[in-house]
């Protein structure tokens, strides 16, 4: 049997409903009260909106079983597991809480607020790690009052003009014959439902239950972090009375590096070789890591490299997170830097021919008609943005963003009229 029985009551349903049965009853209780159908009654809208939330709750399997378990208090987060916040729930239907309508009786009941800041970092910071001293400002509870924000003994009331719950209904023509009901914040209390006078305000905090400290936190990169991993540093956020103060979340962005590209535990680079290097071998520091270290690298002997041709150096990559004795593989792509014209004009030609291989003749067979063309230099990769620029955009783009998941298109409504009937029937057509 549930704790509370207050949504099933604005259906007029059992608690043992079944799910057929709510949703038969909410059609009927959404033509009685919609406000096209009762013009003459101010509270129609807002009575729809009621049952139109309690709908919400009850037609799903998840947060109906938080309110039979838990009531209220288990929807706004003061009870059982889930945590879950009215608007919240919402969100997950409508992206907003369209209906502005909320079942706390009281002041807001949120629970903690968390801190989420970018952290600009270097590759070279995830190689080696690093520490960083950063000065931070947040409230803290105000240590004369003790965060009732009253002086002495004084206390605050109830705010006449919300009647305490820190919001009221505000009603809006969206159309000539619709009216919207939003819940806005109370402009007298700013939310918090009750109020001080002025006189009876904390001296320190002037009513407020909080003041601003500074502090200094140490932030630590380990080695091996990636980027968008998170750094939490627990309840150092702001505190408010009767809240759990938040975390600080550092989100580390990691800046594109000039050199290296990551791939999990692995680098990549490109590295240039000459014409000589790539016939006859190479023994030299073909790089300088990300800790400031050459590395050293000799190719086999008799080895010809060709363009393009990839090396992996083992160890030499990313250190793992947590275990940063272990790491990846460094990946080389050899580039070929081929001679200029200014060497070629430096050599003598005819003994050079003979060290290479020959050339190659013509096509076997010749075909029947041979027209001469006009050697020149071109620029492929503009000549691929000219000729495929609406292919190129489309492939740059997420796949899934784009075209989204796809959609249950199986399921029908019994009752064809019943659009005008539904949650957001009160809404305008966007």
Known sequence: MPVETELYDLLGVAPNASEAEIKKAYRKK???????????????????????AAYEVLSDAQTRTVYDTHGME????????????????????????????????????????????????????????KSVKLNMEKSIICSLCKGTGAKGSAKSKACATCDGKGWSFVQSHISPSRIGTSRVTCHDCNGAGEKLREKDRCKKCKGEKTVKENTRQDIFVEKGMSDRQRIILAGAGDQQPGVPPGDVIFVLKAAPHSSFERSGKDLLTHVTITLSEALLGFSRILITHLDGRGVRVASPPGKIIKPGESIVLRGEGMPVYKQPDQKGDLYVILDLEMPGPEWLASIDKTSLTPLLPPKKEDLQPLPEVVDEAKFEESDIVDVRSRSFPASAHFFDQDFTSQFGEGE???????????????PDANCPTQ
């Open 74 to 129: 288990g929807l706004t987060g003061q009870g059982g597991p889930a945590g879950m916040d009215p608007n919240d729930i919402f969100a997950q239907f409508f992206g907003s809480n369209m209906f502005g309508f909320d079942f706390q009786s009281g002041p807001s009941r949120r629970g903690k607020s968390d801190d989420v800041i970018p952290f600009d970092v270097t590759l070279e910071d995830l190689y080696n790690g």
């Open 408 to 422: 249950d298109e199986d399921w029908v409504d019994e009752d064809e009229n019943d659009d005008d009937y539904g």
């Open 30 to 52: 959404a033509k009685e009260h919609h406000p096209d159908k009762n013009i003459n009654d101010p509270e129609a809208s807002q009575k729809f909106q009621e049952m139109a």
